[in-house]
Structures are given as structure tokens and as C-alpha cells.
């Protein structure tokens, strides 16, 4: 059994994924929850559901407080499944007639992804639903992250389910934020902005913007993983307007893989080189740090340094790999440069050179520094040299 009481009649149904470690890519270190939550007022509101494998625990945690035929309303928030996988046992267990409120981008999505033709409800934005006592209001949030993504906000208890948005993938019975030491859930809200909502920087500025401009105050927040901001909603909503402007710390990220330890060796009198001008440097061989942790290192810092040997006339797989997915997720305002150690062609560092230009990133020094075999002496000078030169573009950039 497991129903936690946010405010009056107002109850997380939702359900912890223990083990997952992978989320589409995002390493999950302490899993995750699904966040689901049950109003009960005159009427009755489901908003959101979980990830299909828990269906029955999502059912079962409703049934710990209601009969679930009891639900009047359901409201899906966003049409990802790990939110809505469970909708179609849902709506059989309470009844397909039932009115399933989404917006017209999530009726298109939710059509698209289970083919029911249930009772679909489009709201516009700014629409409201009454319950009884308390009113409901749906605000779009388009692309955050999803085009079907939307809030709902409770009137009387300020209260704003605001779906994927402030939310962290952390599982456990610890369900608010007051309950958790701040730090540790910051930083894992920190990775998930990084990798989640990074490439949405700008719908995530606009978005406080309204917000403020509307007045709307908040005195809890229900995200749909992780835990409730009740202490203190403040912190997360200034957080967010923290990243959102990429904001940057004098620190550089250097992302790198090796062959026979020549690149690698390259990379650490890069960084004595950037740490001796009084830059934090961090590191980071591919091999043993996850693609998703680099990218919340780099959420805050001003350069991506990128190293790779040259492997058959292009870069390592793990580089290509993780230049993927940073592309994806858009880091701006950073510098950039790249090194590596090659034998007989230095393809690798023209490849990295055009891969950072693309993403639109300040090169530091176009060419880049390439080192035929093992560095000698001389070479590893060049290394530190290097790293002074980037350690000033940083000192030097806005
Ligand atoms: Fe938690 Fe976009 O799904």
C-alpha cells in the first residue's frame, strides 16, 4: 500500500521504479518514480497515470482510498508512457465513457499511440474545470517537452502538477522535498534539466515568464517523477530560471577516450594546463563516466573540450556515441575545442572540428591539437600550453 496525502483530498497514487537504470539513455542511479495523483472533491480526478508494468499498483494504490469507478475525470498531462502506458487498463477499470481531458496536441497523441476512441476532452489554454470546491486550470506548455505537454494548476491550495517539468528521477518513500537532504535532490534535478530539458531552454524561459506575468503563485509543485516541492517550490522554480539562461561557471569539461593511453595522457596536462590559470577542469574518460553525468557537468560550464584518437580514419565509437547525444540535447554559449593523439592520419580531429562547429559552438582554436603517436616532452608542453590557451578563452569569454 502505498497513498501519501499532499494537501485535502489530494493523494500521490503513483509508483516507484526501483531498478530501471536506463532511461532512454539516461543513467539512472536511483531509479525513478511515476507520479500519479487522485483529487477527490465533488467530482472525482485521476491526473496522470504510471508506466504500463504497474498498471495493477497504480490501480490498487486508488483503491486504497476510492472505488476507482468512482473517478469522474481523467486528465493526461503529457502523452509519453511512462505517463500514460497504464490509460488504457485505467479507463477499463473505471469506465471508457469516462471524460479523459488532455490538450488537442495530446488527443492527436494519445490517439496515435493506443487507437481507443475514448471520450476526449481538448481543452484550451486557460481553460478550467470545476470539481466542486476546487477549479482546475490547464495551461499548454508546449514542447516542455512534448508537444502535447500541459500543467494543471489547483486554485485554492496553489498547487501545480506540472507533469515531466521540475521533477528528478530519484525512487523512494521520501516524497517531498523536506524530507530529502536539499543537496542530493538538487543535484538530481541539476542531471535531470541537463538531459531532459536542456534542448528546451528557451520554452523554459518563456514559461516562467508567463507564469509571472499571470501572477500565479505556487505553494506545492507535483512533478511527475521524483519528489513534491512543498518546503520549498521557490528553489526549483529559481533553478530552472538559473539554467535555462545557461548560465556558466569558469570550468571546462574534457570528454575524451583513449586507444593506448597517448590521447588520455594528452588530456591530463591539458587540464593542469586549464587548472593552472585558476579554471576547474573536469575530466571525464567516456569509458567510466556516463554520458548522462558529463552532461550535467556541462550544463554549467563555459567549454566542452572534446579528445579522441583517430581510429580507422574517423573518432572512437564512444566519442561518436556521446557527440550524438549531446547534439541532441543543444548546449549553447560554450566554448569549444578538441585534441587527440593519431598514427598516420589525424582524421579524428577534423571530424571533431566540423562536429562542434555544426553545433554551433565558439571554437576556441579551429584547428585543434593533434600529437602524432606519444607525446614526447615537447609534446606535453604543447598539452599544457593548450589547456593555458582554453583556461584564458574561459577567463576571457562573457
Ligand atoms: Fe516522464 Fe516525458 O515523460
Not at 493523494?11 to 531509479?31: E, K, M, S
Not at 508494468?53 to 502523452?79: A, G, W
Not at 469516462?98 to 495530446?106: A, F, I
Not at 494519445?110 to 487507437?115: D, E, G, Q, R
Request: aromatic share 10%; charged share 25%; hydrophobic share 35%.
Amino acid at each position: 500500500m502505498r497513498t501519501i496525502q499532499i494537501a485535502e483530498g489530494i493523494y500521490d497514487v503513483g509508483v516507484n521504479d526501483w531498478n530501471i537504470r536506463d532511461f532512454h539513455g539516461y543513467l539512472t542511479p536511483q531509479g525513478t518514480s511515476y507520479n500519479a495523483y487522485l483529487i477527490i472533491d465533488e467530482k472525482i480526478a485521476l491526473i496522470d497515470t504510471v508506466k504500463k508494468d504497474f498498471s495493477k499498483q497504480l490501480l490498487d494504490n486508488i483503491s486504497n482510498i476510492i472505488d476507482p469507478k468512482k473517478i469522474d475525470y481523467v486528465i493526461s498531462n503529457h502523452t509519453e508512457m511512462d505517463h500514460s502506458g497504464s490509460l488504457p487498463y485505467i479507463m477499463h477499470n473505471i469506465g471508457e465513457d469516462k471524460p479523459l481531458y488532455c490538450s488537442k496536441m495530446g488527443q492527436k497523441n494519445l490517439s496515435m499511440h493506443f487507437k481507443q476512441a475514448w471520450n476526449y476532452h481538448a481543452v484550451e489554454n486557460g481553460e478550467e474545470l470545476s470539481l466542486g470546491k476546487r477549479q482546475l486550470t490547464f495551461l499548454e506548455t508546449r514542447m516542455l517537452h512534448w508537444p502535447d505537454s500541459m500543467f494543471t494548476y489547483e486554485k485554492t491550495d496553489k498547487i501545480l502538477f506540472s507533469s515531466d517539468a521540475f521533477g528528478q528521477h530519484y525512487a523512494g518513500y521520501e516524497k517531498f522535498d523536506d524530507q530529502i537532504d536539499f543537496d542530493t535532490i538538487m543535484q538530481h534535478s541539476k542531471k535531470y534539466y541537463a538531459n531532459i530539458l536542456l534542448l528546451y531552454a528557451n520554452q523554459v524561459t518563456k514559461l516562467l515568464k508567463t507564469v509571472t506575468d499571470m501572477g500565479l503563485e505556487f505553494n506545492i509543485i507535483c512533478p511527475d517523477h521524483g519528489v513534491i516541492w512543498r518546503k520549498n517550490p521557490g528553489s526549483i522554480i529559481e533553478a530552472y530560471a538559473k539554467w535555462s539562461k545557461q548560465p556558466t561557471e569558469q570550468k571546462a569539461v574534457i570528454i575524451y577516450d583513449t586507444m593506448w593511453q597517448s590521447t588520455k595522457l594528452m588530456s591530463e596536462y591539458i587540464a593542469q594546463g586549464i587548472a593552472s590559470e585558476g579554471v576547474t577542469v573536469r575530466p571525464m574518460n567516456l569509458r567510466t563516466n556516463h554520458r548522462s553525468d558529463i552532461m550535467t557537468e556541462i550544463l554549467d560550464s563555459k567549454a566542452i573540450i572534446i579528445g579522441s584518437p583517430t581510429l580507422n580514419n574517423n573518432i572512437y565509437p564512444t566519442v561518436s556515441d556521446f557527440l550524438t547525444y549531446m547534439k541532441g540535447l543543444r548546449p549553447q554559449k560554450k566554448l569549444a575545442t578538441c585534441f587527440g593523439s593519431y598514427g598516420w592520419n589525424g582524421a579524428a580531429i577534423k571530424i571533431l572540428n566540423n562536429e562542434l562547429t555544426s553545433m554551433k559552438l565558439n571554437m576556441i582554436d579551429e584547428n585543434g591539437l593533434k600529437i602524432q603517436y606519444v607525446p614526447d616532452e615537447s609534446g606535453l608542453n604543447e598539452c599544457y600550453e593548450f589547456g593555458k590557451k582554453i583556461a584564458k578563452a574561459i577567463c576571457s569569454s562573457e
